[in-house]
């Protein structure tokens, strides 16, 4: 696409894209929470790794900090989507801090999961990303896993004593060579069932996949420290595609499109649609599009709200 007006650029959208349910019910905690409670509201790292989402939330009274330390006392304060380690919960209860707890439910059942193992005196493998703030929220005594290479290396006390869980935002897809690994090198080890793996990430995986089938191009909608968006640009480039992950239409280059007949769009976990909307009206500039709407898994998971907030 050459930036001239004489070509129809077909824009498909994936489904499901964008939020979902564990995202959506983080930012609703902290959004009722400036209204229950006003401003300020503190929230430990990102409430979920979207740049407009946490700047959205500061304008309105979040307050952003790394460490519980930098929250003053008697604040409430809101654990992230991603979940937070024991001694972080610990810290707080010693504080009396008012805390809300915003860990996406799926990621609490896999904290659980870890601590249902360890009091069965296993030792734990997490197959997950080093640095990403859930497995941080996992890690105590724990082997981390990021490749099927480091499962066959991989070194343990007692390989009669041993057990995995992963990190929730890979896929089914991302994580099956690596468990199988596992239970080549380690017979014996426990883990959970793989539908413990998030329906969102393999939903937007899955939807991927088939986008890129009938595109030319494909644009992720995401920050650049989102792990499952940086997942949904890879899975493009690796079906052969040119994938960009940009944070919105400003990120846009006319370039990319040309020669194009068409571009497909989704939108990680913590993207909002409205970024979505606004990279299709972005690609209007460049020239008449037609948008469609591809068929995809439908979506109605809803998680509970806590008690703090339940009620307004």
């Given at each position: 696409?050459?930036?001239?007006?004489?070509?129809?650029?077909?824009?498909?959208?994936?489904?499901?894209?964008?939020?979902?349910?564990?995202?959506?019910?983080?930012?609703?905690?902290?959004?009722?929470?400036?209204?229950?409670?006003?401003?300020?509201?503190?929230?430990?790292?990102?409430?979920?790794?979207?740049?407009y989402?946490?700047?959205?939330?500061?304008?309105?009274?979040?307050?952003f900090?790394?460490?519980?330390?930098?929250?003053?006392?008697?604040?409430?304060?809101?654990?992230?989507?991603?979940?937070?380690?024991?001694?972080?919960?610990?810290?707080?209860?010693?504080?009396?801090?008012?805390?809300?707890?915003?860990?996406?439910?799926?990621?609490?059942?896999?904290?659980?999961?870890?601590?249902?193992?360890?009091?069965?005196?296993?030792?734990?493998v997490?197959?997950?990303?080093?640095?990403?703030?859930?497995?941080?929220?996992?890690?105590?005594?724990?082997y981390?896993?990021?490749?099927?290479?480091?499962?066959?290396?991989?070194?343990?006390?007692?390989?009669?004593?041993?057990?995995?869980?992963?990190?929730?935002?890979l896929?089914?897809?991302?994580?099956?060579?690596?468990i199988?690994?596992?239970?080549?090198?380690?017979?014996?080890?426990?883990?959970p069932?793989?539908?413990?793996?998030?329906?969102?990430?393999?939903?937007?995986?899955?939807?991927?996949?088939?986008?890129?089938?009938?595109?030319?191009?494909?644009?992720?909608?995401?920050?650049?420290?989102?792990?499952?968006?940086?997942?949904?640009?890879?899975?493009g480039?690796?079906?052969?595609?040119?994938?960009?992950?940009?944070?919105?239409?400003?990120?846009?280059?006319?370039?990319?499109?040309?020669?194009?007949?068409?571009?497909?769009?989704?939108?990680?976990a913590?993207?909002?649609?409205?970024?979505?909307?606004?990279?299709?009206?972005?690609?209007?500039?460049?020239?008449?599009?037609?948008?469609?709407?591809?068929?995809?898994?439908?979506?109605?998971?809803?998680?509970?709200?806590?008690?703090?907030?339940?009620?307004?």
């Amino acid at each position: 696409m050459d930036g001239s007006h004489n070509k129809t650029l077909r824009v498909v959208l994936a489904q499901p894209r964008g939020f979902c349910a564990g995202v959506e019910r983080a930012i609703d905690i902290v959004e009722r929470a400036l209204i229950k409670f006003g401003p300020p509201i503190y929230v430990r790292h990102e409430i979920v790794h979207n740049r407009y989402v946490v700047e959205d939330l500061r304008a309105r009274g979040a307050v952003f900090v790394d460490e519980l330390d930098e929250v003053p006392d008697g604040a409430w304060t809101v654990f992230s989507a991603h979940g937070v380690a024991r001694k972080v919960v610990q810290a707080a209860k010693d504080r009396d801090l008012p805390v809300i707890d915003a860990t996406c439910p799926l990621v609490a059942k896999v904290h659980a999961e870890g601590r249902r193992y360890a009091s069965q005196g296993r030792e734990l493998v997490l197959i997950g990303h080093a640095g990403h703030a859930e497995v941080e929220g996992t890690i105590g005594q724990v082997y981390l896993v990021q490749t099927v290479e480091d499962a066959q290396a991989l070194e343990v006390v007692d390989p009669t004593k041993l057990a995995y869980i992963t990190q929730t935002t890979l896929s089914v897809d991302d994580t099956r060579g690596i468990i199988a690994a596992l239970k080549e090198h380690f017979p014996e080890i426990a883990g959970p069932d793989v539908k413990d793996i998030c329906y969102a990430t393999q939903n937007r995986q899955e939807a991927v996949h088939h986008l890129a089938k009938l595109v030319d191009v494909l644009l992720v909608v995401g920050s650049k420290n989102s792990s499952n968006s940086n997942r949904l640009r890879e899975i493009g480039t690796e079906l052969g595609h040119p994938a960009y992950l940009i944070d919105d239409a400003s990120a846009l280059r006319a370039e990319w499109f040309t020669g194009a007949a068409s571009v497909g769009v989704t939108a990680g976990a913590s993207a909002p649609e409205v970024l979505v909307q606004g990279v299709i009206e972005g690609l209007r500039k460049f020239g008449a599009i037609e948008v469609e709407l591809l068929d995809g898994t439908p979506e109605d998971v809803k998680f509970k709200l806590p008690a703090e907030v339940a009620s307004l």
